[in-house]
């Protein structure tokens, strides 16, 4: 069969094709940024359906977050002849897969396929009752230490033996604790999504060799942040006895940006060890930036120790010089931004979109919004989790949880105070201990014979009441079979409207509300399949774990033509045509990391922030403004700050680096400069 002309690999480069069709086994493309390595993927996908014969639902691909995979999807769809074959593609982020496994097999795991999914609040509280403490940052170390035995596939036994003084073992019993609750809320959390498939597909024969035929081909992108358990489950996934592993990762040691979640670049030389026959395949020409992009992204990373020798170079020519620019103080440093954004878009006839501001840390991010607000310039904000972590949307999503799995205790208790309905904290605490007892969900409880002696009618009846309200709808949605029809009727029937009025003030309770029509369209608009509304109608149950996962790393959806603000951690693999990056300073980034942390750590968390700057640096691919602060507002009272080491590592000349009194734009002088600005000759 020979290849369609769009699937051609036509324009790649030697040891792209090379990857593209290397079929004798395992292979990995280990490559700088922008290097083509996710194009490397999409490509090989459709040469996989196309010229090797695989179907398209036994090919899985991976990838770090849900919007990159919905933008894979796009362009293998682009690249196949018949575009509709990419629906049946995996094509999903370790964890969407995750999901997909535990639902089809969540029987083999004694675990109910409406499992609901806890959120990171939820686990918080979890782990803060039983540590009997509101010391939030004790409560965190445990949250971490927790998450971090589960992703090396640590058991709480193991932990416990393993235990090196007090603290840790009080932490591995908090952790035995809070996977018993966590079960018994039929629930799980977001580490467990990759854990539990994990731990089934080792024990499990059957299971194992269900997948392996069912995913013929894997894919992974990013490869260098998978942690211990993700690279596990590609190993279950790929190696069956007799049978040759089948897969292809790309990667960046360069890129490896996830450490504190427990990503380890080990994995990368594990590779190696794992599977002798691995070919290692290594791309240098970078197709995304200029070169004095490039050249201050490879001076920078020139500091860190060489995992494996690369260097990046660019056909694109010189370019803009990049610009520092030094700001009185991050008022300052929004404003400028705001404002230069707006020229140099005027300038260059380029679209909002065009444009991304990259910060280290969500709280830099109010500052600029307003900036950009005042400017009317409209933006979009991925890596904070502001959307969904919006009280009233939990609000919602708690009804939706509790819906399909009604042992979700956490749910539950959200869900019947909010509104309050006459159920109140001792009817609450009654009902917990007697659930409890009878070692069952609070729900359950609810009916369950012998709780009348504990609770008087008038406590009991709005008990009664709710789970009557909460099963008709069960009855409701599985009837539809689909979310959309519900959640009118669910609103209605809440009233959560009049409630946010009796609760707020009159503009509080508007923009919540607004905030609930926006995700109720949404979600709608998902389960309908979205806006083209060609897909499967989706369940309800799709939808409340579709948005557990949407709530992990990204917001929702964005405006068509708007500038993306982005964490750094967030803007992993994609590219911008113009990028300001700001904050640049010491204590920002590098980030000034846990002042507890022992001293021997430091370099290496230096090296981690530095992978970062070098990934903000490489987003961009034609121009990019570098901002820093001489002092920064916090709480109030103003502190120094020194301009970042990265600065001075991208060894720019001097006349790049030094911002001229005329380039910084004021309101005052703004008119003068947006017409020099505009007289300046357009670069190449
Ligand atoms: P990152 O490390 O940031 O994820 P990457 O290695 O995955 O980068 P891609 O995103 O695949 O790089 O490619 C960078 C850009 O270069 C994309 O716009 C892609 O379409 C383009 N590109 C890749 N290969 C080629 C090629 N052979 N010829 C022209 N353009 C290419
Ligand atoms: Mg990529």
């Given at each position: 069969?020979?290849?369609?002309?769009?699937?051609?690999?036509?324009?790649?480069?030697?040891?792209?094709?090379?990857?593209?069709?290397?079929?004798?086994?395992?292979?990995?493309?280990?490559?700088?940024?922008?290097?083509?390595?996710?194009?490397?993927?999409?490509?090989?996908?459709?040469?996989?359906?196309?010229?090797?014969?695989?179907?398209?639902?036994?090919?899985?691909?991976?990838?770090?977050?849900?919007?990159?995979?919905?933008?894979?999807?796009?362009?293998?769809?682009?690249?196949?002849?018949?575009?509709?074959?990419?629906?049946q593609?995996?094509?999903?982020?370790?964890?969407?897969?995750?999901?997909?496994?535990?639902?089809?097999?969540?029987?083999?795991?004694?675990?109910k396929?409406?499992?609901?999914?806890?959120?990171?609040?939820?686990?918080?509280?979890?782990?803060?009752?039983?540590?009997?403490?509101?010391?939030?940052?004790?409560i965190?170390?445990?949250?971490?230490?927790?998450?971090?035995?589960?992703?090396?596939?640590?058991?709480?036994?193991?932990?416990?033996?393993?235990?090196?003084?007090?603290?840790?073992?009080?932490?591995?019993?908090?952790?035995?604790?809070?996977?018993?609750?966590?079960?018994?809320?039929?629930?799980?959390?977001?580490?467990?999504?990759?854990?539990?498939p994990?731990?089934?597909?080792?024990?499990?024969?059957?299971?194992?060799?269900?997948?392996?035929?069912?995913?013929?081909?894997?894919?992974?992108?990013?490869?260098?942040?998978?942690?211990?358990?993700?690279?596990?489950?590609?190993?279950?996934?790929?190696?069956?006895?007799?049978?040759?592993?089948?897969?292809?990762?790309?990667?960046?040691?360069?890129?490896?940006?996830y450490?504190?979640?427990?990503?380890?670049?080990?994995n990368?030389?594990?590779?190696?060890?794992?599977?002798?026959?691995?070919?290692?395949?290594?791309?240098?020409?970078?197709?995304?930036?200029?070169?004095?992009i490039?050249?201050?992204a490879?001076a920078?990373?020139?500091?860190?120790?060489?995992?494996?020798?690369?260097?990046?170079?660019?056909?694109?020519?010189?370019?803009?010089?990049v610009?520092?620019?030094?700001?009185?103080?991050?008022?300052?440093?929004?404003?400028?931004?705001?404002?230069?954004?707006?020229?140099?878009?005027?300038?260059?006839?380029?679209?909002?979109?065009?444009?991304?501001?990259?910060?280290?840390?969500?709280?830099?991010?109010?500052?600029?919004?307003?900036?950009?607000?005042?400017?009317?310039?409209?933006?979009t904000?991925?890596?904070?989790?502001?959307?969904?972590?919006?009280?009233?949307?939990?609000?919602?999503?708690?009804?939706?949880?509790?819906?399909a799995?009604?042992?979700?205790?956490?749910?539950f208790?959200?869900?019947?105070?909010?509104?309050?309905?006459?159920?109140?904290?001792?009817?609450?605490?009654?009902?917990?201990?007697?659930?409890g007892?009878?070692?069952?969900?609070?729900?359950?409880?609810?009916?369950?014979?012998?709780?009348?002696?504990?609770?008087?009618?008038?406590?009991?009846?709005?008990?009664?009441?709710?789970?009557?309200?909460?099963?008709?709808?069960?009855?409701?949605?599985?009837?539809?079979?689909?979310?959309?029809?519900?959640?009118?009727?669910?609103?209605?029937?809440?009233?959560?409207e009049?409630?946010?009025?009796?609760?707020?003030?009159?503009?509080?309770?508007?923009?919540?509300?607004?905030?609930?029509?926006d995700?109720?369209?949404?979600?709608?608009?998902?389960?309908?399949?979205?806006?083209?509304?060609?897909?499967?109608?989706?369940?309800?149950?799709?939808?409340?774990?579709?948005?557990a996962?949407?709530?992990?790393?990204?917001?929702?959806?964005?405006?068509?033509?708007?500038v993306?603000?982005?964490?750094?951690?967030?803007?992993?693999?994609?590219?911008?045509?113009?990028?300001?990056?700001?904050?640049?300073?010491?204590?920002?980034?590098?980030?000034?990391?846990?002042?507890?942390?022992?001293?021997?750590t430091?370099?290496?968390?230096?090296?981690?922030?530095?992978r970062?700057m070098?990934?903000?640096?490489?987003?961009?691919?034609?121009?990019?403004?570098?901002?820093?602060?001489?002092?920064?507002?916090?709480?109030?009272?103003?502190?120094?700050?020194?301009?970042s080491?990265?600065?001075?590592?991208m060894?720019?000349?001097?006349?790049?680096?030094?911002?001229?009194?005329?380039?910084?734009?004021?309101?005052?002088?703004?008119?003068?400069?947006?017409?020099?600005?505009?007289?300046?000759?357009?670069?190449?």
């Amino acid at each position: 069969m020979s290849a369609s002309p769009q699937a051609s690999t036509h324009g790649l480069n030697a040891p792209q094709r090379e990857a593209i069709h290397y079929m004798d086994g395992p292979c990995l493309v280990l490559a700088g940024a922008g290097s083509g390595k996710t194009r490397v993927i999409t490509t090989k996908i459709a040469k996989l359906i196309e010229e090797y014969g695989y179907e398209a639902r036994n090919i899985a691909a991976l990838t770090f977050t849900n919007k990159a995979a919905l933008e894979m999807q796009e362009r293998i769809a682009k690249l196949l002849k018949e575009p509709k074959q990419a629906k049946q593609l995996t094509v999903s982020t370790f964890h969407s897969l995750g999901v997909k496994i535990l639902r089809q097999e969540a029987q083999a795991l004694g675990l109910k396929d409406r499992f609901s999914i806890m959120d990171s609040d939820d686990c918080f509280s979890l782990v803060q009752e039983m540590a009997v403490t509101t010391d939030k940052q004790l409560i965190r170390r445990i949250q971490t230490a927790i998450s971090l035995w589960k992703n090396g596939l640590i058991d709480p036994d193991t932990a416990l033996n393993r235990a090196q003084d007090e603290d840790e073992a009080q932490a591995a019993r908090i952790y035995r604790s809070y996977v018993a609750t966590l079960s018994a809320y039929q629930a799980v959390d977001f580490d467990d999504l990759i854990r539990l498939p994990v731990e089934l597909l080792r024990h499990n024969e059957q299971v194992r060799d269900r997948w392996q035929r069912k995913l013929r081909y894997l894919l992974v992108d990013e490869y260098q942040d998978t942690n211990t358990c993700q690279y596990e489950l590609v190993k279950l996934l790929v190696t069956g006895l007799g049978k040759k592993p089948m897969f292809t990762a790309v990667g960046d040691d360069d890129q490896a940006i996830y450490a504190w979640r427990g990503a380890t670049i080990e994995n990368l030389k594990q590779l190696q060890v794992d599977f002798p026959d691995l070919k290692v395949i290594k791309l240098e020409q970078n197709y995304r930036s200029s070169t004095r992009i490039l050249q201050a992204a490879n001076a920078v990373i020139g500091n860190n120790p060489k995992l494996f020798e690369k260097s990046l170079w660019s056909e694109h020519g010189l370019g803009d010089p990049v610009k520092v620019m030094a700001m009185d103080d991050d008022e300052q440093e929004a404003e400028q931004v705001a404002i230069l954004l707006s020229a140099h878009k005027f300038e260059r006839r380029a679209k909002f979109s065009d444009y991304a501001i990259l910060y280290r840390g969500n709280h830099q991010a109010r500052v600029i919004e307003q900036a950009l607000r005042r400017e009317r310039i409209p933006y979009t904000i991925s890596g904070g989790q502001s959307f969904f972590d919006r009280a009233e949307i939990k609000d919602i999503i708690a009804y939706l949880r509790l819906i399909a799995n009604q042992d979700d205790d956490p749910a539950f208790i959200r869900a019947v105070t909010t509104p309050r309905r006459g159920v109140g904290q001792s009817t609450l605490e009654t009902l917990g201990a007697f659930a409890g007892q009878w070692q069952c969900s609070l729900f359950e409880a609810v009916f369950k014979g012998g709780l009348e002696a504990k609770l008087a009618e008038r406590q009991l009846a709005p008990l009664r009441e709710f789970c009557t309200f909460i099963n008709n709808l069960e009855t409701h949605a599985h009837r539809e079979g689909h979310a959309a029809g519900l959640l009118d009727d669910m609103m209605k029937a809440i009233d959560y409207e009049a409630y946010l009025y009796d609760t707020f003030d009159d503009r509080q309770a508007q923009s919540k509300w607004q905030n609930v029509i926006d995700f109720t369209t949404w979600l709608k608009e998902k389960g309908s399949g979205g806006k083209d509304g060609t897909d499967d109608e989706r369940s309800l149950l799709d939808l409340t774990q579709m948005v557990a996962l949407m709530s992990m790393l990204e917001g929702k959806d964005e405006e068509p033509d708007a500038v993306r603000m982005s964490t750094l951690h967030a803007s992993k693999g994609l590219e911008f045509p113009h990028v300001f990056l700001v904050g640049v300073e010491e204590g920002i980034l590098p980030h000034k990391g846990d002042p507890d942390a022992p001293a021997d750590t430091l370099g290496a968390r230096i090296e981690e922030e530095r992978r970062l700057m070098y990934v903000g640096i490489t987003r961009a691919q034609r121009s990019l403004h570098v901002t820093w602060c001489k002092r920064r507002k916090r709480a109030r009272e103003y502190v120094h700050c020194d301009v970042s080491r990265f600065i001075k590592e991208m060894k720019l000349d001097e006349g790049d680096a030094v911002p001229t009194e005329e380039e910084t734009i004021t309101p005052q002088n703004r008119l003068a400069n947006l017409k020099a600005l505009l007289q300046k000759p357009r670069a190449a």
